[in-house]
Nanobody, 124 residues
Framework: QVQLVESGGGLVQAGGSLRLSCAVSGRTLSYYPMGWFRQAPGKEREFVAALNWNGGNTYYVDSVKGRFTISRDNAKNTVYLQMNSLKPEDTAVYYC?????????????????WGKGTLVTVSS
């Protein structure tokens, strides 16, 4: 059974940084595109970032471009989200996801696996 487990969330002041990790277990997803989504209180889940199997192609929502960086280490079966210059509006539960098609991950229609999320709170 495939499991995606996020970690690294927490409370940080505006302007600070956090690095989220998503560890995959159960099988290797080295050839799967993977991504990060987030859901703020009272809002729908939204796409944040995604990358293809080797990290050569990356996508970001406009609101995080230049501040967030997605990466992966296939040897460790782990995907990361480095978040810098955090803002209060980045406060949300962050979810890791994997799908068989990169555009499907970006558009949130081809997700095969979801993690349970990790909470990021940015104080002003």
């Amino acid at each position: 059974q495939v499991q995606l487990v996020e970690s690294g969330g927490g409370l940080v002041q505006a302007g600070g940084s956090l690095r989220l990790s998503c560890a995959v277990s159960g099988r290797t997803l080295s050839y799967y595109p993977m991504g990060w989504f987030r859901q703020a209180p009272g809002k729908e889940r939204e796409f944040v970032a995604a990358l293809n199997w080797n990290g050569g192609n990356t996508y970001y929502v406009d609101s995080v471009k230049g501040r967030f960086t997605i990466s992966r280490d296939n040897a460790k079966n782990t995907v990361y989200l480095q978040m810098n210059s955090l803002k209060p509006e980045d406060t949300a539960v962050y979810y890791c996801a994997a799908g068989s098609n990169l555009q499907g991950v970006v558009d949130n229609y081809g997700i095969d696996y979801w993690g349970k999320g990790t909470l990021v709170t940015v104080s002003s």
